[in-house]
């Protein structure tokens, strides 16, 4: 392994007989940041382009949605500045606080929430809606994250170490699935088992527990109609285009048209009306058809490297000592592949339908909040890789 430098405190050098400094290091993760920047930045222009229809029909105002999405974005990148200068250990202070206000919130949602389309899942604050299951993910997260590292043995060599965080996820499921929002249960069950599988679980209990969990879950889609109803049409949405597989067929027809290089920004016709949800669950399908497969697979690649990222920064924390920055990272990374992937399933027709936004690119402020917010804390343990709490560095490799 070649020596490592940190070029902050590396001495000056004369070179032709000038002195040259170092180049400072950077003090958070440029790389990563760029992604996410980016992906925001795409984000916008699809919103823009996918809402400006129904926009113009609903409030005559083409860019209205798009206004919105810039003061989301602004918003997050603020809650993300401030996140970032806040030590990991002042976090995992707050797991507990942050997930009884967690199920605070959503015990509120059931009581005092707006039903849309069914679903209960916001609370009204004025011009604005909050939906508490983007947030209470992360709490979630933030709180297991610290639960490893107080009960680290216990959750390895004991049963009743794993079944204790399985008691509080099961009360978060069952909030979540009253609403219903089978979709945020399901990231969140799967975020949750992923973090205690890394923690190193017995393999017969975490398989036990997986067989079951599978178990409700399929029990939940049989029971509920239309959870139902949206299983089986997407085997075959052509057997019913014009209901159950409405969405998923103008989703196909969304990426045929498309092809390799798209119709052209703004050319989409499945965005004018057809394509139910355009700027917010299927902004992926908009996108394929107006800017094709080349820009598919660049998003593609943009979130994977966001989430190998996340991976690696995980990975040094632990070889660092430091559990809970490494399990933080895990879970963030964890919970941000999982709503990637089933959204882009479902928009391809490969996953059931769920009600689960685009991680920093579909139109949602408390999703684009919460997930700026989720990458800021992984900038965060990055940071705290490579410094101490002065602000000193810790011997480690920059990126």
Same mark, same amino acid.
């Given at each position: 392994?070649?020596p490592?430098?940190?070029?902050?405190?590396?001495?000056n050098?004369?070179?032709? #007989?000038?002195?040259?400094?170092?180049?400072?290091?950077?003090?958070?993760?440029v790389? =990563?940041?760029?992604?996410? @920047? /980016?992906?925001?930045?795409?984000?916008?222009?699809?919103?823009?382009?996918?809402?400006? !229809?129904? /926009?113009?029909?609903?409030?005559?105002?083409?860019?209205?949605y798009?206004?919105?999405?810039?003061?989301?974005? @602004?918003?997050?990148?603020?809650?993300?500045w401030?996140?970032?200068?806040?030590? %990991?250990?002042v976090?995992?202070?707050?797991?507990?606080?942050?997930?009884?206000? #967690?199920?605070? @919130?959503?015990v509120?949602? %059931?009581?005092?929430g707006?039903?849309?389309?069914?679903?209960?899942?916001?609370?009204?604050?004025?011009?604005?809606?909050?939906?508490?299951?983007?947030?209470?993910?992360?709490?979630?997260?933030?709180?297991? /994250? #610290?639960?490893?590292?107080?009960?680290?043995?216990?959750?390895?060599?004991?049963?009743?170490?794993?079944l204790?965080?399985?008691?509080?996820? !099961?009360?978060?499921?069952?909030?979540?699935?009253?609403?219903?929002?089978? #979709?945020?249960?399901?990231?969140?069950?799967?975020?949750?088992?992923?973090?205690?599988?890394?923690?190193?679980?017995?393999?017969? %209990?975490?398989?036990?527990?997986?067989?079951?969990?599978?178990?409700?879950?399929?029990?939940?889609a049989?029971?509920?109609?239309?959870?139902? /109803?949206? =299983?089986?049409?997407?085997?075959?949405? *052509?057997?019913?285009?014009?209901?159950?597989?409405?969405?998923?067929?103008?989703?196909?027809?969304?990426?045929?048209?498309?092809? *390799?290089f798209?119709?052209?920004?703004?050319?989409?016709?499945?965005?004018?009306?057809?394509?139910?949800?355009?700027?917010?669950?299927?902004?992926?399908?908009? =996108?394929?058809?107006?800017?094709?497969?080349?820009?598919?697979?660049?998003?593609?690649?943009?979130?994977t490297?966001?989430?190998?990222?996340?991976?690696?920064?995980?990975?040094?924390?632990?070889?660092?000592?430091r559990?809970?920055?490494?399990?933080?990272?895990?879970?963030?990374?964890?919970g941000?592949c999982?709503?990637?992937?089933?959204?882009?399933?479902?928009?391809?027709?490969?996953?059931?339908?769920?009600?689960?936004?685009?991680?920093?690119?579909?139109? !949602?402020?408390?999703?684009?909040?919460?997930?700026?917010?989720?990458?800021?804390?992984?900038?965060?343990?990055?940071?705290?890789?490579?410094?101490?709490?002065?602000?000193?560095?810790?011997?480690?490799?920059?990126?």
């Amino acid at each position: 392994m070649a020596p490592t430098i940190n070029r902050s405190s590396a001495p000056n050098r004369v070179i032709a #007989g000038r002195t040259v400094r170092p180049r400072p290091e950077p003090k958070y993760d440029v790389f =990563m940041l760029t992604v996410a @920047l /980016a992906l925001l930045g795409v984000g916008l222009v699809m919103v823009g382009s996918s809402s400006i !229809g129904i /926009a113009d029909r609903d409030f005559g105002v083409p860019f209205h949605y798009l206004m919105r999405q810039s003061l989301f974005v @602004l918003a997050g990148l603020v809650a993300a500045w401030l996140v970032t200068q806040i030590p %990991l250990k002042v976090w995992e202070q707050a797991g507990p606080v942050l997930l009884l206000f #967690g199920f605070l @919130l959503l015990v509120l949602v %059931l009581v005092i929430g707006r039903t849309v389309n069914g679903s209960t899942r916001w609370i009204s604050l004025g011009p604005f809606n909050l939906q508490v299951s983007e947030f209470f993910k992360l709490f979630m997260v933030i709180y297991v /994250a #610290g639960y490893i590292q107080r009960h680290e043995e216990q959750v390895r060599a004991s049963t009743i170490g794993f079944l204790k965080p399985m008691v509080l996820l !099961g009360a978060a499921c069952l909030l979540l699935l009253l609403e219903p929002d089978f #979709g945020a249960a399901a990231v969140l069950t799967v975020t949750v088992l992923g973090m205690l599988f890394l923690a190193g679980v017995r393999w017969w %209990l975490f398989g036990v527990l997986v067989f079951v969990v599978c178990g409700l879950a399929a029990s939940l889609a049989i029971s509920a109609p239309y959870r139902m /109803a949206r =299983m089986t049409a997407f085997l075959n949405p *052509w057997a019913d285009p014009y209901d159950s597989g409405f969405q998923l067929t103008q989703a196909l027809i969304a990426f045929g048209r498309g092809e *390799w290089f798209g119709v052209g920004l703004g050319g989409s016709v499945q965005k004018l009306f057809y394509l139910p949800e355009a700027h917010t669950d299927f902004l992926f399908a908009v =996108m394929a058809e107006e800017l094709g497969l080349v820009a598919v697979i660049v998003v593609i690649a943009l979130f994977t490297l966001l989430i190998w990222r996340a991976l690696l920064v995980g990975q040094a924390a632990w070889q660092g000592g430091r559990p809970f920055a490494a399990y933080l990272a895990y879970g963030v990374g964890l919970g941000i592949c999982l709503q990637v992937f089933i959204n882009i399933g479902v928009n391809m027709g490969i996953l059931p339908t769920k009600g689960l936004t685009l991680p920093l690119m579909s139109y !949602g402020g408390s999703s684009i909040v919460a997930t700026c917010i989720a990458v800021a804390l992984l900038l965060r343990v990055e940071h705290e890789n490579r410094f101490d709490e002065n602000g000193k560095p810790r011997g480690g490799e920059p990126w």
